[in-house]
């Protein structure tokens, strides 16, 4: 165990000590056994005294703990100032099943992070001249475009786009590798689910969608795979060896496995929106990132964008509505004191927390393979061990909904229709004095719309039973969910969506159509996807 950790270990500019300590003692000839050799030198070289007695000790028994308790397989953490990494280290197991252990140059699943690097990707199109943010994203697009079913599609530019203010809704999709179901081309995807369901620009919605057309875009304009352009353009001159948008899942040896909640090996699974899901880095190839993009300029990294244009993709244009706001690929928020910019993720098996504090030069990495918050709690004790006065920011619970009170004008009944890729649904919302809503879908029994509310940003929503009669959702069991927005006193737009959302795996029992060819899957993860479709009512 110490002789793994003395290989792993790594001087402040990122080398293997080893290397270090092989290089200042090459005078003393040959080793029988390199590694033992190494080892035994590491200890009389200064970089190793990281080992013991510094200030994130503590944070090394609370991980321990913390991944015991949790039940969390394991978690990879590193740290840099400046142009130093002060610690990366490795914890649990990344492969349970192969008893391989987590280190910090394993190979984490980022979800959402991937979106910083899917802007960065972007900047480089955009310094060269390629792109032009402020042009209509369709420009760049193929024979599939983005409809605005309301406002207009060229206000959908590429800056918008990347701020999640473009008009596309919430969205996501999932495919198991160990169902039949596989991810349709994008243009597909795009003429199924590329609508704007807002005027572009009246506000912010986070889309996993549009990181999707932003992926999508700079594969067309560069020629390359996105894969492919994130490797040549971002990943190699930036030094992430351990990085990659094209992972194997028949090598699995080099990734953290993700798990359940259960402790249970989720099977390898992808999306439909690479830019928004796709990579996976170890927390010292990130940690790496974060200090590019705090203008270290790394000796070994190539300065693959301008300050200005990393600045471009950090400064905040949209509030998000909680004390964060967007820029293009990152969020910036204020806690103690310190401005903050960073992204997080999560997906099934995936927890991921990258944190910039640029007044302080500091870096912050936690990677973990289960969807728990270990990752932003270890990434606050961090951040707490090295700011002075940082405190991590206490969430008040969140009190209980009162009962829905509708605005005088919303009583009454609406007619109108969802308009599925399928076709059209007719659609009747009854909005009773009571706060209770009817939903009347397609010939279906009428059913309740529960939860309702009015959302801060102005949306009826809620959720209902009901079918959208859509291929893609036959996958899962799924329920409604509702955000439509009056226009006037006649008009309620916005979308319906078939949300299978759900943590856990459950039984098929038979019940979901299987694909012809292919064995019916006898259980399934829960969460796969939500899908919106446009939907418009008028007061009757």
């Known amino acids: 165990m110490l002789l793994d950790l003395l290989m792993n270990l790594r001087n402040p500019g990122g080398t293997p000590v080893c290397k270090v300590a092989l290089a200042r003692t090459a005078r003393f000839g040959r080793a029988k056994t390199r590694s033992i050799f190494c080892a035994a030198v590491l200890l009389l070289v200064p970089e190793a005294a990281a080992l013991a007695g510094d200030r994130f000790d503590g944070i090394r028994k609370s991980i321990e703990v913390k991944l015991a308790e949790r039940h969390v397989p394991s978690i990879a953490v590193a740290v840099a100032q400046g142009d130093k990494i002060l610690w990366e280290e490795g914890f649990g ?88 179901w596989r991810r349709p081309a994008f243009d597909e995807t795009i003429r199924r689910y590329g609508n704007l369901v807002y005027p572009p620009g009246e506000g912010f919605e986070y889309s996993n969608l549009g990181y999707g057309v932003l992926s999508y875009v700079v594969s067309r304009v560069s020629g390359q795979s996105f894969p492919d352009y994130l490797q040549q353009a971002v990943f ?11 992972p194997d899942p028949s090598q699995p040896d080099g990734y953290a496995i993700r798990y359940d909640a259960d402790e249970k090996p989720i099977a390898f699974y992808d999306t439909d929106h690479d830019g928004a899901s796709a990579v996976y880095a170890s927390a010292h190839d990130l940690v790496r990132f974060g200090q590019f993009n705090l203008k270290v300029h790394l000796p070994d990294q190539a300065a693959i964008l301008r300050d200005s244009s990393i600045d471009e993709m950090h400064r905040p244009t949209v509030d998000e509505g909680d004390g964060s706001r967007y820029g293009m690929g990152w969020e910036t928020s204020v806690i103690s004191g310190y401005e903050i910019v960073a992204h997080d993720g999560g997906m099934p098996g995936v927890r991921t927390e990258l944190r910039l504090i640029p007044s302080a030069g500091l870096v912050v990495v936690a990677l973990s393979n289960a969807d728990d918050r270990i990752a932003p709690i270890v990434a606050d004790e ?111 737009n916005g979308r319906v969506s078939a949300r299978a959302d759900d943590e856990g795996v459950m039984p098929t029992n038979g019940l979901y159509p299987a694909v012809p060819g292919y064995p019916q899957p006898a259980t399934v993860q829960t969460q796969a996807f939500i899908l919106p479709q446009w939907a418009e009512l008028t007061k009757q």
């Open 236 to 246: 190699r001159p930036l030094g992430m060896t351990r990085t990659t948008a094209a």
């Open 93 to 180: 197991l990344a492969n349970r099943e192969r008893r391989i252990a987590a280190t910090a140059d394993t190979m984490y699943s980022l979800a959402s992070i991937s979106k910083s690097l899917t802007a960065t990707a972007l900047m480089t199109l955009v310094q060269a001249g390629k792109v032009d943010l402020d042009r209509p994203v369709n420009d760049y697009l193929g024979a599939a475009k983005l409809t605005a079913r309301i406002g207009d599609a060229r206000d959908a530019t590429v800056r918008r786009i990347a701020s999640h203010t473009a008009g596309l809704p919430e969205y996501y999709q999932f495919f198991y590798y160990n169902e039949p």
């Open 382 to 492: 961090i951040m707490e061990a090295v700011l002075p006065n940082y405190k991590a920011p206490v969430k008040p619970p969140r009190p209980p909904r009162p009962p829905f009170s509708p605005p005088p004008g919303l009583v009454g009944v609406w007619k109108g229709k969802i308009s599925t890729y399928g076709g059209d649904l007719p659609l009747t919302l009854r909005v009773l004095p009571s706060g209770e809503i009817q939903v009347e879908l397609a010939g279906e029994f009428t059913t309740l719309l529960n939860s309702a509310h009015i959302s801060s940003d102005g949306y009826l929503a809620g959720a209902a039973f009901g079918s959208l009669k859509i291929d893609d959702a036959v996958r899962r069991p799924y329920y409604l969910g509702f955000a439509l927005k009056p226009r006037g006193n006649s008009v309620l």
